[in-house]
Nanobody, 121 residues
Framework: QVQLVESGGGLVQAGGSLRLSCVAS????????MGWYRQAPGKQRELVAQ???????NYADSVKGRFTISRDNAKNTVYLQMNSLKPEDTAVYYC???????????????WGQGTQVTVSS
């Protein structure tokens, strides 16, 4: 079994900051790309940021310059530092990771349960 558990969501005023964390645990041999997605009410889930095992990053245009993704491979953890938050950042944020459970297995995509981020104006 593999689990992704997010933490760090909450309610913050516009202009404030939050840091999300996501820990992968269970039967894990290797983790490839990790990322954060978000889904606002009535909207499709969208990519926020992604980071490869080697540290290359990719961001949605709407968060560039405000959000920073990072990871600690030794701890199987990915972080999302969110600064200068706006009301339009309000959404459920989901952690995502490509994980191989044993040597020679293919990488499969896993999701966390989501954490709510609410930004008040």
């Amino acid at each position: 079994q593999v689990q992704l558990v997010e933490s760090g969501g909450g309610l913050v005023q516009a202009g404030g900051s939050l840091r999300l964390s996501c820990v992968a645990s269970g039967s894990i041999f290797s983790i490839g790309a990790m990322g954060w997605y978000r889904q606002a009410p009535g909207k499709q889930r969208e990519l926020v940021a992604q980071i490869t095992r080697g540290g290359s990053t990719n961001y949605a245009d709407s968060v560039k310059g405000r959000f920073t993704i990072s990871r600690d491979n030794a701890k199987n953890t990915v972080y999302l530092q969110m600064n200068s938050l706006k009301p339009e950042d309000t959404a459920v944020y989901y952690c995502n990771a490509d994980i191989a459970r044993w040597r020679g297995s293919t990488f499969r995509e896993y999701w966390g349960q989501g954490t709510q981020v609410t930004v008040s104006s």
